[in-house]
């Protein structure tokens, strides 16, 4: 099993930037994706961003790809989201999530381990 741990939310003025730290614990060495998703008050979970342990690929929702990065620390264990240019539709409790399988966050139900969340405000 894995335990993932999100921080870094909190209030931000539109334009300004976040970084999300997800810290992982357990059997690090079981994913094999890394993602990121966020959700709204009475909205599903929207997918946001996925990274590849073993090598350079990502993934990137439409509403986020320029403005976002999602990377690994060296020992690739560890998840980060970069966000910048953050916009009011960002507002959202965001998760990471990890997936034994090889598999973007799109597939949500495919990824067995999930953090608490952290609530990102921007106004």
């Known amino acids: 099993h894995v335990q993932l741990v999100e921080s870094g939310g909190g209030s931000v003025q539109v334009g300004g930037s976040l970084r999300l730290p997800c810290e992982a614990s357990g059997n690090t060495d079981e994913p094999t994706c890394l993602g990121w998703s966020r959700k709204e008050p009475g909205k599903d979970r929207e997918p946001v961003a996925t990274?590849?342990?073993?090598?350079?690929?990502?993934w990137y929702a439409d509403s986020v790809k320029g403005r976002f990065t999602i990377s690994q620390d060296n020992g690739r264990k560890n998840l980060y989201l970069e966000m910048n240019d953050l916009k009011v539709e960002d507002t959202a409790t965001y998760f990471c999530?990890?997936?034994?399988?090889?598999?973007?966050?799109?597939?949500?139900?495919?990824?067995?381990?999930w953090g608490q969340g952290t609530q990102v405000t921007v106004s």
């Open positions: 999530a990890a997936n034994p399988d090889l598999a973007t966050i799109e597939i949500q139900w495919s990824y067995l381990y």
């Open positions: 990274i590849y342990r073993h090598g350079p690929m990502t």
